[in-house]
């Protein structure tokens, strides 16, 4: 077997070649980034006050209305969302179903209400300015 894994298949890439396939396939990461415009996001937030509601939930509404820059977080957290569906590659998965929580030390992390994401491990990377929000999600489904 190469050091890539088998032809095709897409497993191991990431992997040491000592890891046998059945492991390698088991483990695949996924990566998902997405960038959003602030600007949408507060226009959308305006004009639909519905939007929050459909696509947060209410700890995430709650924490990014208590900062000045709420749209920024806003969109961060939308970005965030798409990436972790990019990572998964399931276009099926509802928004309001990833919740994007701020640990005690700030980094941010990923709760999935669908049962059949409890054992995905998912990292994020948020990042935002007065004018774009991006995302990078890397999830592991075991």
Request: aromatic letters at 8%; hydrophobic letters at 40%; charged letters at 25%.
């Amino acid at each position: 077997m190469s050091p890539r894994g088998k032809s095709g298949d897409g497993a191991g890439r990431l992997l040491p070649q000592s890891v046998p396939g059945a492991l390698r396939r088991a483990f695949v990461p996924g990566l998902g980034i997405d960038i959003v415009e602030v600007s949408r996001v507060r226009r959308l937030a305006s004009r639909r006050p519905s939007f929050l509601t459909r696509f947060f939930t209410p700890g995430e509404i709650k924490y990014c209305s208590s900062s000045a820059n709420r749209y920024e977080r806003i969109a961060a957290r939308f970005a965030a969302k798409e990436a972790v569906i990019k990572a998964l590659d399931d276009r099926s998965l509802p928004l309001r179903s990833i919740e994007i929580i701020k640990s005690g030390s700030g980094r941010p992390s990923v709760k999935i209400s669908a049962r059949r994401y409890a054992r995905a491990r998912i990292e994020l990377s948020l990042t935002h300015t007065s004018a774009y929000a991006c995302a990078a999600a890397l999830a592991w489904r075991k």
